[in-house]
C-alpha cells in the first residue's frame, strides 16, 4: 500500500478544536481507496473510509477531492493556513412447705391480731385494715373529699413502707392463691418487715416455675434483705454462674478493668444483651460495680436498655442504693422520651410517670422519717453536675395589670432535683403539669440567702454527713448553696470537723462551701499560723478570698516559711498561679543559702515528680522556680535525679530536667545515648530542641561519634528537628569530610527505600543539594542509575541532577537511553532526546529497542519520537518487525503513526506477512487498514484464505463498528468462495456463523455470498435449504 496524497484540515470555533485527516492510497495495481480520520484534536481519531472497496484512481480521486472540498466548505481549513494560527443461681429455703398455685383471692386472717404495745394510730389503723374486708376499708384523703375502698394491695405496700413487724403473721397466709400483684407486694413488705419465717416463704415464691418474672425479682430482693452476710454471699456466687463465661471468670477472678472490658463487648454484640445488667447488679460485687455504674449512666435509651434500666431502678429502689437510683433518676430526667407506646419503650407518659415516682419515693421516704431518706437524696442530688444547666427563660401569663413574668432557672426541669432543694422555699413554686419549678423573681431578688429551703429539713439535719457528702463530691452550684447553708446551722457539728475536712471545703471551687471553709479555717488558725495545714489549703485554694487571707497569715510568717522548706515547697506547687507568684516573690525577695536552695530544689523536685497529667501549668511554675533557685552557677543535681524527670509524664517537667543538661559541663559529665534518644525523639518539639542544642554543645570528639545519629535526624519525622539538623550537618563535614560522604550513603538509601514520612524526601532532597552536595556530586555511578530507576518523585528529581552534572562520565546505551527519553522528569527526558539525537547510528542499529519510545505514556516524549523516527531514518531503515511492533501498540496515536510508516516503507516481499501480523490486532482500525492487503497478497491463495479464517470472524462479528472493513472482507469472501472449491469451503462455514446473527444487514448479504457461492461450486455444501415460494390461487 502507497500514500498517495493527505491533507490535514482543522477547525476552530468557539470551544471547537477539531482534525480531519483525508488519505489517498493505492493499494494494489489500479486500485485506491479513500480513508479519513476525525476527531477533537489532540485526541485519539476515529477511522472511516469512502471507497468499502477499491475502485480506480479516477473514482478515488473524485471522492477524495469531495469529501476534502465539503470540510472546506463547512469551515475547515487546511494545516498551517494563517487563519488557523496552528501547526499540524438462689438462697435455701429452711422448711420448703409446698404450695399451691393460682387463684386471684388472698386468704385474709380470721382477726387482726392486737396492735403491740406503743404502736401509733396509723400503725393500728393498718394492722385493722389488713383483715377487714375491702368495702369497710376505707381511706380519706381530705375532710371535703368522699372516703373510697382501699385497695388491699396498697395497704400491704404500705406496711411494709412502714416496716410494722406485727402484721408479718398476717401477711404470710396471703401469699397462698395470691395474684401476681398481691404477690409482689406481700413480697416487698415481707422483705423490710419479715423474719426467718418470711424467708422460708420467700424462698418458696422464689423457687416455683410459676411465679410470675416480676415477683421471682421482688422476692429476690426481699430474701437478699432478710438474709445474713454469708448467705448473700453463697447466694452471689451462685449468680455468678449464670452469667455469661467471659463476665464469669472475670467477676470471680474480680478484675474490675477486665469486667469492664468483656461486659462493653457483650453489650455491643448477641440479642437482647442489656438484660444481663440484673443479673450483674444481683452480684453487685466490688469488682462488677464500677462497670455497672459506667453502663447506667451511658448505656442508650433503646428497647432493651431501657427495660434492663427500668428493672435495675426498682430494684435500687428497693434497696435503697441511693448511687444507682440516683444515676437512673438522673438519666430519666435528661433523656428525652423515644414516642413509642410499646413496653419496652420509652413513651412520653412512661418518662412522666417515672419521674413523678423519683419524687415520690423520696417524699413517701420523707414522710414517714426513714432513715434512709438521706443517702437516697444524696445519691439523686449527686448525679447531676453544672453541666445539666439549661439556658434560662423568662415567660409572661395574663395581660395588663395581671401580666406576671415567670422565671425558668438552670436547673428548673428536673423535678425531683428541685423538690429536694427548694421544696420549703418562697421563691420557687412547682408547675405541676410541666414537672418543673419557676419563680416569680429574677434569682438575683431572693436575697435571704439564709433561710432554708429544701425538703425536710429536720432529716438533713439528723445526718449532717449526707452534706458533708454532697460538698466533698459534687460538681453542681445549687447543691454546695444548699448544702453549705444547711451545715451553717448545725454549728455543733461544724466544732467537731477536724482539718482535713475544713481543707477540704476550703479547696472546693463554690464559693458558699469555700466561705464555709474559710470562716472555720479563720476561727482555728492562731497568731502562729498554726494549724499550718489550714493556712496551706486556704493559699491552695480556688476561693479568691481564702487565698487573700493566707497570704496575710504568710506575711505574718515570712521568716518562718523561709525555714520550713517543705512547707514553702507544698505552697511552690499550689494548684493556684497566685500563690505560686507569691512564692516566687519571696524567693526573688531573699537570699537562700545553698544549701538551703539545694534543700528547697530537692523538696520541689520530689513534689514535681507527683505531678500528674493535667498540671502543665503548675509544672511550668516549678520549672522556673527550680531554675531560678538554682541561680546561674548552680550545680545541677545528679544523672539518676535527671533521668526521673526526663521520664516524667509532662513535658514541662521534661523540659526541666533538659534544661539541667545543659548545666552540665558536657566534657566531664557527658550525655548518655538514652537521654539524648529520648530527648531527640520526643513528641514535644521543645524537648527537641533541648536535644538539638545538646548535641551542638558536644565537644568534636563526641559530636563526630554521632555521625549516624545526625543521619538518622536529617530525615526525622519532625520539621523543627529538619531545620536543626541542617547547621549541625554543616559542622560534620567541615570536620570530617568521609564521615559527610557516610551520611550521604546513609539519606540515598533512605529515600530509594520510599518509607518516609510526608515532606522528609523533600527536604532530604535540598540537603543533598545543598550542605551535602559536595559528598552527593561525588556517589557512584550505580546511585545516579538507582536513583532514575527509583519510583520515589524526589529520589528520580536527584538523579536528574546527576545527570546534568555527569552525564559525559556516564555510560549509556540505546535500551537506557529509551527509558530515559520516557522518564517522570522532565529534565531528564529532554537529556535523553540530546543523546538520541547524538546517537542515531547506535539507535539504527538497534532500532527494534529504540521504537518502545512510542510506547511511553508521556506526550511530549511521543511527540518527540514521531519527529525523530520520520526524519532521521529512511524507510529502508525499518524492517516488517518494527512497522509491525508499532502499528500493533495499544495507542491509537501510536497505531496511526504504524500505519503512516508501513505507507511509506512497505516493501512488495513483505506483503503476504504483513497480512497475517496485521491481521491478529483487535483494534477495528487495524483490521480495517487490514483489508487493504487482502485482494493484493490473499487472492488467489487457499493457504492465506485459511490462515485469515480468524481474522474474517473478528471482523465479521463485530456489532455496531467495523462497517468499511466488513464489507470489504464479504467482497473477499464472495469472490475467493467463487473462485476456489477449498476457499469456498471456509468462505462458507464463515458466512454461515454471519448468517445466523440477528442484525438483518449482515445476514442478508451473508445469505447472498452463501448462495453465491454455492452457485458457483456446487461441490460446496449449502447450509441452507431452499424452499419454493407457496403460491395460492385466490377464491
Same mark, same amino acid.
Given at each position: 500500500?502507497?500514500?498517495?496524497?493527505?491533507?490535514?484540515?482543522?477547525?476552530?470555533?468557539?470551544?471547537?478544536?477539531?482534525?480531519?485527516?483525508?488519505?489517498?492510497?493505492?493499494?494494489?495495481?489500479?486500485?485506491?481507496?479513500?480513508?479519513?480520520?476525525?476527531?477533537?484534536?489532540?485526541?485519539?481519531?476515529?477511522?472511516?473510509?469512502?471507497?468499502?472497496?477499491?475502485?480506480?484512481?479516477?473514482?478515488?480521486?473524485?471522492?477524495?477531492?469531495?469529501?476534502?472540498?465539503?470540510?472546506?466548505?463547512?469551515?475547515?481549513?487546511?494545516?498551517?493556513?494563517?487563519?488557523?494560527?496552528?501547526?499540524?443461681?438462689?438462697?435455701?429455703?429452711?422448711?420448703?412447705?409446698?404450695?399451691?398455685?393460682?387463684?386471684?383471692?388472698?386468704?385474709?386472717?380470721?382477726?387482726?391480731?392486737?396492735?403491740?404495745?406503743?404502736?401509733?394510730?396509723?400503725?393500728?389503723?393498718?394492722?385493722?385494715?389488713?383483715?377487714?374486708?375491702?368495702?369497710?376499708?376505707?381511706?380519706?384523703?381530705?375532710?371535703?373529699?368522699?372516703?373510697?375502698?382501699?385497695?388491699?394491695?396498697?395497704?400491704?405496700?404500705?406496711?411494709?413502707?412502714?416496716?410494722?413487724?406485727?402484721?408479718?403473721?398476717?401477711?404470710?397466709?396471703?401469699?397462698?392463691?395470691?395474684?401476681?400483684?398481691?404477690?409482689?407486694?406481700?413480697?416487698?413488705?415481707?422483705?423490710?418487715?419479715?423474719?426467718?419465717?418470711?424467708?422460708?416463704?420467700?424462698?418458696?415464691?422464689?423457687?416455683?416455675?410459676?411465679?410470675?418474672?416480676?415477683?421471682?425479682?421482688?422476692?429476690?430482693?426481699?430474701?437478699?434483705?432478710?438474709?445474713?452476710?454469708?448467705?448473700?454471699?453463697?447466694?452471689?456466687?451462685?449468680?455468678?454462674?449464670?452469667?455469661?463465661?467471659?463476665?464469669?471468670?472475670?467477676?470471680?477472678?474480680?478484675?474490675?478493668?477486665?469486667?469492664?472490658?468483656?461486659?462493653?463487648?457483650?453489650?455491643?454484640?448477641?440479642?437482647?444483651?442489656?438484660?444481663?445488667?440484673?443479673?450483674?447488679?444481683?452480684?453487685?460485687?466490688?469488682?462488677?460495680?464500677?462497670?455497672?455504674?459506667?453502663?447506667?449512666?451511658?448505656?442508650?435509651?433503646?428497647?432493651?436498655?431501657?427495660?434492663?434500666?427500668?428493672?435495675?431502678?426498682?430494684?435500687?429502689?428497693?434497696?435503697?442504693?441511693?448511687?444507682?437510683?440516683?444515676?437512673?433518676?438522673?438519666?430519666?430526667?435528661?433523656?428525652?422520651?423515644?414516642?413509642?407506646?410499646?413496653?419496652?419503650?420509652?413513651?412520653?407518659?412512661?418518662?412522666?410517670?417515672?419521674?413523678?415516682?423519683?419524687?415520690?419515693?423520696?417524699?413517701?421516704?420523707?414522710?414517714?422519717?426513714?432513715?434512709?431518706?438521706?443517702?437516697?437524696?444524696?445519691?439523686?442530688?449527686?448525679?447531676?453536675?453544672?453541666?445539666?444547666?439549661?439556658?434560662?427563660?423568662?415567660?409572661?401569663?395574663?395581660?395588663?395589670?395581671?401580666?406576671?413574668?415567670?422565671?425558668?432557672?438552670?436547673?428548673?426541669?428536673?423535678?425531683?432535683?428541685?423538690?429536694?432543694?427548694?421544696?420549703?422555699?418562697?421563691?420557687?413554686?412547682?408547675?405541676?403539669?410541666?414537672?418543673?419549678?419557676?419563680?416569680?423573681?429574677?434569682?438575683?431578688?431572693?436575697?435571704?440567702?439564709?433561710?432554708?429551703?429544701?425538703?425536710?429539713?429536720?432529716?438533713?439535719?439528723?445526718?449532717?454527713?449526707?452534706?458533708?457528702?454532697?460538698?466533698?463530691?459534687?460538681?453542681?452550684?445549687?447543691?454546695?448553696?444548699?448544702?453549705?447553708?444547711?451545715?451553717?446551722?448545725?454549728?455543733?457539728?461544724?466544732?467537731?470537723?477536724?482539718?482535713?475536712?475544713?481543707?477540704?471545703?476550703?479547696?472546693?471551687?463554690?464559693?458558699?462551701?469555700?466561705? *464555709?471553709?474559710? +470562716? @472555720?479555717?479563720? %476561727?482555728? =488558725?492562731?497568731?502562729?499560723?498554726?494549724?499550718?495545714? $489550714?493556712?496551706? !489549703?486556704? /493559699?491552695?485554694?480556688?476561693?479568691?478570698?481564702?487565698?487573700?487571707?493566707?497570704?496575710?497569715?504568710?506575711?505574718?510568717?515570712?521568716?518562718?516559711?523561709?525555714?520550713?522548706?517543705?512547707?514553702?515547697?507544698?505552697?511552690?506547687?499550689?494548684?493556684?498561679?497566685?500563690?505560686?507568684?507569691?512564692?516566687?516573690?519571696?524567693?526573688?525577695?531573699?537570699?537562700?543559702?545553698?544549701?538551703?536552695?539545694?534543700?528547697?530544689?530537692?523538696?520541689?523536685?520530689?513534689?514535681?515528680?507527683?505531678?500528674?497529667?493535667?498540671?502543665?501549668?503548675?509544672?511550668?511554675?516549678?520549672?522556673?522556680?527550680?531554675?531560678?533557685?538554682?541561680?546561674?552557677?548552680?550545680?545541677?543535681?545528679?544523672?539518676?535525679?535527671?533521668?526521673?524527670?526526663?521520664?516524667?509524664?509532662?513535658?514541662?517537667?521534661?523540659?526541666?530536667?533538659?534544661?539541667?543538661? *545543659?548545666?552540665? +559541663? @558536657?566534657?566531664? %559529665?557527658? =550525655?548518655?545515648?538514652?537521654?539524648?534518644?529520648?530527648? $531527640?525523639?520526643? !513528641?514535644? /518539639?521543645?524537648?527537641?530542641?533541648?536535644?538539638?542544642?545538646?548535641?551542638?554543645?558536644?565537644?568534636?570528639?563526641?559530636?563526630?561519634?554521632?555521625?549516624?545519629?545526625?543521619?538518622?535526624?536529617?530525615?526525622?519525622?519532625?520539621?523543627?528537628?529538619?531545620?536543626?539538623?541542617?547547621?549541625?550537618?554543616?559542622?560534620?563535614?567541615?570536620?570530617?569530610?568521609?564521615?559527610?560522604?557516610?551520611?550521604?550513603?546513609?539519606?540515598?538509601?533512605?529515600?530509594?527505600?520510599?518509607?518516609?514520612?510526608?515532606?522528609?524526601?523533600?527536604?532530604?532532597?535540598?540537603?543533598?543539594?545543598?550542605?551535602?552536595?559536595?559528598?552527593?556530586?561525588?556517589?557512584?555511578?550505580?546511585?545516579?542509575?538507582?536513583?532514575?530507576?527509583?519510583?520515589?518523585?524526589?529520589?528520580?528529581?536527584?538523579?536528574?541532577?546527576?545527570?546534568?552534572?555527569?552525564?559525559?562520565?556516564?555510560?549509556?546505551?540505546?535500551?537506557?537511553?529509551?527509558?530515559?527519553?520516557?522518564?517522570?522528569? $522532565?529534565?531528564?527526558?529532554?537529556?535523553?532526546?540530546?543523546?538520541?539525537?547524538?546517537?542515531?547510528?547506535?539507535?539504527?542499529?538497534?532500532?527494534?529497542?529504540?521504537?518502545?519510545?512510542?510506547?511511553?505514556?508521556?506526550?511530549?516524549?511521543?511527540?518527540?519520537?514521531?519527529?525523530?523516527?520520520?526524519?532521521?531514518?529512511?524507510?529502508?531503515?525499518?524492517?516488517?518487525?518494527?512497522?509491525?511492533?508499532?502499528?500493533?501498540?495499544?495507542?491509537?496515536?501510536?497505531?496511526?503513526?504504524?500505519?503512516?510508516?508501513?505507507?511509506?516503507?512497505?516493501?512488495?516481499?513483505?506483503?503476504?506477512?504483513?497480512?497475517?501480523?496485521?491481521?491478529?490486532?483487535?483494534?477495528?482500525?487495524?483490521?480495517?487498514?487490514?483489508?487493504?492487503?487482502?485482494?493484493?497478497?490473499?487472492?488467489?491463495?487457499?493457504?492465506?484464505?485459511?490462515?485469515?479464517?480468524?481474522?474474517?470472524?473478528?471482523?465479521?462479528?463485530?456489532?455496531?463498528?467495523?462497517?468499511?472493513?466488513?464489507?470489504?472482507?464479504?467482497?473477499?469472501?464472495?469472490?475467493?468462495?467463487?473462485?476456489?472449491?477449498?476457499?469456498?469451503?471456509?468462505?462458507?462455514?464463515?458466512?454461515?456463523?454471519?448468517?445466523?446473527?440477528?442484525?438483518?444487514?449482515?445476514?442478508?448479504?451473508?445469505?447472498?455470498?452463501?448462495?453465491?457461492?454455492?452457485?458457483?461450486?456446487?461441490?460446496?455444501?449449502?447450509?441452507?435449504?431452499?424452499?419454493?415460494?407457496?403460491?395460492?390461487?385466490?377464491?
Amino acid at each position: 500500500m502507497k500514500l498517495i496524497e493527505q491533507v490535514t484540515l482543522l477547525f476552530q470555533e468557539g470551544k471547537s478544536d477539531k482534525v480531519y485527516e483525508v488519505d489517498l492510497l493505492e493499494v494494489g495495481a489500479g486500485q485506491y481507496v479513500v480513508n479519513f480520520r476525525y476527531g477533537r484534536r489532540g485526541t485519539a481519531l476515529k477511522d472511516g473510509t469512502k471507497t468499502p472497496a477499491p475502485v480506480s484512481m479516477a473514482e478515488a480521486r473524485k471522492a477524495y477531492d469531495k469529501l476534502v472540498q465539503s470540510k472546506l466548505d463547512t469551515g475547515y481549513v487546511r494545516a498551517g493556513h494563517p487563519s488557523t494560527g496552528l501547526p499540524p443461681p438462689a438462697p435455701r429455703p429452711a422448711a420448703p412447705t409446698p404450695v399451691a398455685a393460682g387463684g386471684s383471692a388472698a386468704a385474709a386472717a380470721p382477726g387482726a391480731p392486737a396492735a403491740p404495745p406503743g404502736a401509733s394510730a396509723r400503725e393500728r389503723i393498718l394492722l385493722q385494715q389488713l383483715t377487714q374486708e375491702a368495702s369497710t376499708r376505707r381511706w380519706f384523703r381530705s375532710t371535703e373529699v368522699r372516703a373510697t375502698a382501699r385497695p388491699l394491695e396498697r395497704v400491704i405496700w404500705r406496711v411494709g413502707e412502714l416496716r410494722i413487724r406485727a402484721a408479718e403473721p398476717i401477711l404470710l397466709p396471703m401469699l397462698e392463691r395470691a395474684t401476681p400483684l398481691r404477690a409482689y407486694c406481700l413480697a416487698a413488705a415481707l422483705g423490710r418487715l419479715g423474719s426467718a419465717q418470711s424467708v422460708a416463704a420467700l424462698g418458696r415464691l422464689y423457687g416455683d416455675a410459676g411465679t410470675p418474672d416480676m415477683v421471682r425479682r421482688i422476692a429476690t430482693e426481699a430474701l437478699l434483705q432478710l438474709s445474713d452476710e454469708a448467705t448473700r454471699r453463697e447466694f452471689r456466687q451462685d449468680l455468678m454462674g449464670k452469667l455469661p463465661p467471659v463476665l464469669r471468670d472475670a467477676a470471680q477472678a474480680g478484675n474490675a478493668e477486665l469486667f469492664g472490658q468483656e461486659l462493653d463487648k457483650h453489650l455491643s454484640s448477641g440479642k437482647d444483651p442489656y438484660a444481663v445488667l440484673e443479673t450483674v447488679y444481683l452480684v453487685d460485687s466490688e469488682a462488677v460495680r464500677p462497670a455497672l455504674l459506667r453502663v447506667l449512666r451511658t448505656a442508650p435509651f433503646q428497647r432493651g436498655a431501657v427495660k434492663a434500666l427500668r428493672h435495675v431502678f426498682k430494684m435500687a429502689e428497693y434497696r435503697r442504693d441511693g448511687e444507682v437510683f440516683g444515676i437512673i433518676a438522673w438519666r430519666y430526667e435528661k433523656e428525652r422520651s423515644t414516642n413509642r407506646s410499646s413496653r419496652d419503650g420509652f413513651a412520653k407518659s412512661t418518662r412522666l410517670f417515672l419521674r413523678r415516682r423519683i419524687w415520690r419515693t423520696l417524699r413517701r421516704m420523707g414522710q414517714i422519717e426513714d432513715s434512709e431518706f438521706v443517702k437516697m437524696a444524696v445519691g439523686v442530688l449527686l448525679a447531676f453536675t453544672d453541666a445539666d444547666a439549661v439556658p434560662e427563660l423568662t415567660t409572661s401569663t395574663g395581660y395588663g395589670a395581671r401580666r406576671e413574668q415567670h422565671f425558668w432557672g438552670p436547673f428548673a426541669p428536673y423535678w425531683a432535683f428541685n423538690h429536694l432543694l427548694y421544696g420549703n422555699s418562697r421563691y420557687l413554686e412547682p408547675v405541676d403539669h410541666k414537672l418543673a419549678f419557676y419563680s416569680k423573681w429574677k434569682p438575683s431578688s431572693q436575697q435571704d440567702v439564709r433561710t432554708r429551703e429544701e425538703s425536710f429539713p429536720a432529716l438533713w439535719d439528723r445526718t449532717p454527713q449526707g452534706l458533708m457528702h454532697l460538698l466533698d463530691e459534687s460538681r453542681c452550684a445549687p447543691v454546695h448553696t444548699f448544702a453549705a447553708r444547711a451545715l451553717r446551722s448545725l454549728p455543733a457539728f461544724l466544732a467537731q470537723l477536724d482539718e482535713d475536712a475544713v481543707a477540704m471545703l476550703l479547696e472546693k471551687p463554690y464559693a458558699p462551701t469555700a466561705q *464555709l471553709g474559710l +470562716d @472555720l479555717a479563720v %476561727e482555728r =488558725v492562731n497568731a502562729r499560723g498554726e494549724p499550718r495545714a $489550714l493556712v496551706l !489549703a486556704a /493559699a491552695r485554694s480556688p476561693y479568691a478570698p481564702a487565698r487573700q487571707q493566707a497570704f496575710r497569715w504568710l506575711d505574718a510568717l515570712r521568716e518562718v516559711l523561709l525555714k520550713d522548706l517543705g512547707f514553702l515547697a507544698a505552697l511552690a506547687i499550689s494548684p493556684q498561679t497566685e500563690t505560686r507568684q507569691y512564692v516566687a516573690n519571696i524567693l526573688r525577695g531573699s537570699v537562700l543559702p545553698d544549701d538551703v536552695a539545694e534543700a528547697f530544689i530537692r523538696h520541689l523536685l520530689q513534689a514535681a515528680r507527683k505531678l500528674g497529667p493535667n498540671d502543665g501549668p503548675l509544672a511550668a511554675d516549678v520549672k522556673q522556680l527550680v531554675l531560678a533557685a538554682l541561680g546561674p552557677l548552680g550545680r545541677p543535681p545528679g544523672t539518676e535525679v535527671l533521668i526521673e524527670l526526663l521520664g516524667h509524664p509532662l513535658v514541662e517537667i521534661q523540659e526541666l530536667g533538659g534544661e539541667l543538661l *545543659l548545666r552540665r +559541663d @558536657l566534657r566531664t %559529665e557527658p =550525655v548518655p545515648p538514652e537521654v539524648l534518644g529520648h530527648l $531527640l525523639q520526643s !513528641a514535644s /518539639a521543645s524537648l527537641r530542641t533541648l536535644g538539638l542544642r545538646l548535641l551542638g554543645k558536644m565537644p568534636d570528639e563526641a559530636f563526630r561519634a554521632n555521625e549516624a545519629v545526625l543521619g538518622r535526624l536529617a530525615s526525622s519525622p519532625h520539621p523543627d528537628v529538619r531545620q536543626g539538623i541542617r547547621p549541625l550537618l554543616g559542622r560534620l563535614i567541615a570536620l570530617d569530610a568521609q564521615a559527610g560522604a557516610r551520611v550521604v550513603e546513609l539519606l540515598v538509601a533512605a529515600l530509594l527505600r520510599r518509607r518516609l514520612p510526608e515532606g522528609v524526601p523533600e527536604h532530604v532532597a535540598s540537603l543533598l543539594s545543598g550542605e551535602l552536595a559536595a559528598a552527593f556530586h561525588t556517589v557512584p555511578a550505580e546511585t545516579v542509575w538507582r536513583l532514575l530507576d527509583s519510583e520515589d518523585g524526589t529520589a528520580q528529581t536527584l538523579g536528574g541532577e546527576l545527570l546534568e552534572k555527569r552525564g559525559d562520565a556516564l555510560t549509556v546505551d540505546v535500551p537506557r537511553a529509551v527509558k530515559l527519553a520516557g522518564h517522570d522528569v $522532565l529534565k531528564v527526558r529532554e537529556w535523553a532526546w540530546r543523546w538520541l539525537e547524538g546517537h542515531v547510528a547506535d539507535v539504527r542499529a538497534d532500532l527494534a529497542t529504540a521504537v518502545r519510545l512510542l510506547d511511553t505514556r508521556w506526550d511530549d516524549a511521543r511527540a518527540f519520537a514521531f519527529r525523530y523516527f520520520r526524519d532521521r531514518f529512511a524507510p529502508e531503515d525499518y524492517t516488517l518487525e518494527v512497522l509491525v511492533s508499532v502499528a500493533d501498540s495499544v495507542r491509537p496515536d501510536v497505531q496511526t503513526f504504524g500505519r503512516e510508516m508501513l505507507a511509506r516503507s512497505f516493501r512488495e516481499s513483505d506483503g503476504p506477512e504483513l497480512l497475517l501480523r496485521l491481521s491478529e490486532h483487535p483494534t477495528p482500525a487495524v483490521q480495517l487498514f487490514a483489508t487493504h492487503y487482502l485482494d493484493r497478497f490473499a487472492g488467489g491463495s487457499v493457504a492465506m484464505v485459511e490462515k485469515l479464517v480468524p481474522y474474517f470472524h473478528r471482523v465479521l462479528n463485530q456489532v455496531n463498528k467495523g462497517r468499511a472493513a466488513r464489507s470489504r472482507v464479504l467482497e473477499f469472501l464472495r469472490k475467493e468462495g467463487r473462485r476456489d472449491e477449498v476457499s469456498g469451503r471456509h468462505a462458507m462455514d464463515v458466512l454461515h456463523r454471519l448468517s445466523a446473527t440477528i442484525a438483518i444487514e449482515n445476514r442478508a448479504a451473508a445469505l447472498e455470498a452463501m448462495l453465491a457461492i454455492g452457485k458457483a461450486q456446487p461441490a460446496v455444501p449449502l447450509p441452507v435449504r431452499l424452499k419454493p415460494v407457496e403460491v395460492r390461487r385466490g377464491v
